[in-house]
């Protein structure tokens, strides 16, 4: 798929996800063969005013690119000013967020809550795509603000009129978060509608949920989100799966030991200790959430004190997995618990 200059070819596209994507799961992401990652979602305001935060979040290196920053705003001058400030970096994308439907964030009028304003949001995309010049300017979506008003073709069409590169489509509305299947029958309407590129996204957990969706809906790609979460396997996998006609499966613990680990010291590298323990935790936890023992695992991993203990944790369970020490797992339980919450491990 192309995006402006960019071709990405089948590779896939890694969904910004707060407190997630930043630089060591970018770099760990890449390695496995994404096409196309993402900085956090960041407020336009945020990097107008030179916000230390807001600035941190969008920070990426050379190395990391091809990259796409996704902004947060509801004020045409705001991203405006945004767009023109992140200019000087050069991402390779940027994204405006029509769709997270968290309270935290519609409450404000930002991200789906302007699913419910298509003329509002037609101007936030010109003013973005005005002063943008060669970096494409994309638009991710939601069906709508819930089942009985779902206006997806009305915003998919607004987002191609006012000058969108393309647009990412979320196949579920606001009200039904991460409940329920995401509806593709939707995908293959705006498909039919619009001429720029459409990408899929929503519950995209294996190579063939990927296969599945890119065939039925005819989406250009896919934008993968929780499915990478300890799991930048799946774009290898996809990979082998459309090239050699074959899915190599789930990587065998060795290398799953070798890449958390990996994980957790890139992490290391990147904040002070106290954030980078807490951060290593639950992408390490995410790694092994499909082996026995993980809610032991995760219950134990709480309790340490830096990431060199997490990786010794690491060693352990390892080893307790090889001489098969933990009872069975309902696996398809704690799977479903993951789909509902990521960090399942937690209570409510």
């Not at 200019?87 to 439907?101: A, F, H, T």
């Not at 409450?107 to 005005?130: C, H, R, S, T, Y």
Request: charged share 30%; net charge neutral; glycine share 6%.
């Amino acid at each position: 798929m192309k995006l402006g200059k960019l071709d990405l070819g089948n590779k896939l596209i890694v969904a910004p996800m707060a407190d997630v994507s930043d630089a060591p799961f970018r770099k760990i992401a890449k390695e496995y063969g994404a096409g196309l990652t993402f900085t956090p979602m960041v407020s336009a305001k945020g990097i107008i005013d030179n916000e230390f935060h807001a600035l941190r979040i969008f920070a990426f290196a050379r190395d990391e690119k091809p990259i796409g920053v996704q902004l947060l705003g509801n004020n045409p001058e705001y991203l405006a000013g945004a767009v023109h400030e992140l200019k000087r970096y050069k991402p390779d994308v940027i994204d405006i967020n029509c769709g997270c439907p968290v309270e935290k964030v519609t409450k404000l009028n930002f991200g789906a809550q302007l699913l419910d304003d298509p003329i509002l949001m037609g101007k936030l995309i010109e003013a973005m795509v005005n002063v943008a010049e060669d970096i494409p300017i994309t638009v991710k979506l939601r069906l709508g603000k819930s089942d009985g008003k779902i206006n997806i073709l009305e915003t998919a069409k607004v987002a191609e009129e006012s000058g969108a590169s393309a647009i990412i489509v979320h196949a579920r509305t606001r009200s039904t978060k991460y409940k329920d299947a995401p509806d593709w029958d939707w995908l293959v309407k705006v498909k039919e509608q619009i001429k720029i590129p459409l990408i899929g996204n929503g519950s995209l957990f294996t190579p063939q949920d990927i296969k599945e969706m890119i065939e039925k809906t005819n989406v250009d790609t896919v934008m993968v989100a929780r499915g990478a979460l300890g799991n930048p396997f799946l774009f290898s996998r996809y990979r082998e799966l459309i090239e050699n006609g074959s899915d190599p499966g789930e990587p065998d613990l060795e290398e799953i030991e070798k890449v958390a680990i990996k994980h957790a010291r890139l992490i290391a590298r990147e904040y002070p200790e106290a954030v980078a323990t807490i951060k290593a935790r639950k992408n390490i936890i995410w790694y092994f959430k499909h082996l026995d023992g993980v809610t032991k695992f995760a219950s134990t991993i709480m309790r340490t004190k830096n990431v060199e203990g997490e990786i010794k944790m690491i060693h352990e369970h390892v080893e307790k997995l090889k001489q098969n020490f933990y009872p069975k797992d309902d696996r398809e339980l704690i799977d479903q618990k993951f789909k509902e919450r990521v960090l399942f491990w937690l209570k409510e």
